[in-house]
């Protein structure tokens, strides 16, 4: 079975440090990868997906992420994050030419200090 | 262009109840999809449904639960005999009629059993 993991549970950073959050996910497949984000309060969003093409891929708000289909990993990665980016960030993967039910990781809570 | 929408956004129940929570999706999306978030867990699939049809419920637990997307109105998930476990919340997504759809979230139904 498909399995999604993330390997940070909480992560803390000042405001300007660089953000790497990992994904690593289990299918010998095709996939497609997401990563959502969850503010406070607030329901899922989009950040950035791949379905093909170009590995490094760029969302909103700056964060972009990179598939090593090597690794199985799709990380997850801003520059200098801002207090506005302290949320739930979700990284998921979905079967290709399945139905497209997503398997997300257990999420990282990602606190940002001004 | 309205987003997907739940209703209600909170449901307290008590044992032994019944709990019925509706999802309409965004307009021009056929496909639904049910998930739930367990306290401290990420998001679990549960159904997949497109306009009177079950596509897969792998997801589902065997008993207690049901899902339903009628020709007309919004997608139902029912839960019947509520127990403390299924206090969890809820969320919705809908996407396109294609094979390789972004999902688009509610925000979600937060359901507390006493």
């Known amino acids: 079975a498909q399995s999604v993991s993330q390997h940070n549970h909480h992560v803390i950073l000042s405001e300007a440090a660089s953000l790497e959050l990992g994904c690593n996910y289990s299918?010998?497949?095709?996939?497609?990868l997401f990563w959502y984000v969850q503010y406070p309060g607030q329901h899922l969003q989009l950040l950035l997906k791949?379905?093909?093409?170009?590995?490094l891929v760029k969302g909103i708000k700056g964060f972009e992420a990179e598939f090593i289909k090597s690794k199985f990993s799709f990380n997850l990665r801003k520059p200098s994050v801002q207090w506005s980016d302290t949320a739930e960030y979700f990284c998921?993967?979905?079967?290709?030419?399945?139905?497209?039910?997503?398997?997300f990781g257990a999420g990282t809570r990602l606190a940002v200090h001004p | 262009n309205a987003g997907v929408m739940q209703n209600p956004r909170h449901l307290v129940r008590r044992r032994g109840q019944e709990a019925r929570l509706r999802c309409s999706p965004m307009?021009?999306?056929?496909?639904v999809y049910w998930y739930r978030q367990l306290p401290e867990e990420g998001l679990k699939f549960m159904v997949y449904?497109?306009?009177?049809?079950?596509?897969?419920e792998s997801g589902m637990p065997k008993e207690r639960f049901s899902a339903e997307f009628p020709k007309e109105g919004p997608s139902i998930l029912r839960i019947q005999q509520v127990v403390r476990g299924d206090s969890a919340a809820y969320f919705c997504?809908?996407?396109?009629?294609?094979?390789?759809?972004?999902?688009?979230f509610g925000p979600g139904t937060r359901l507390l059993v006493l």
């Open positions: 791949y379905f093909s093409g170009d590995p």
């Open positions: 449904l497109q306009k009177e049809n079950i596509i897969d």
């Open positions: 997504a809908s996407s396109p009629p294609d094979t390789v759809g972004t999902q688009y």
């Open positions: 307009k021009g999306h056929s496909h």
């Open positions: 998921a993967v979905s079967v290709s030419g399945g139905y497209n039910k997503l398997i």
């Open positions: 299918y010998g497949g095709t996939v497609n």
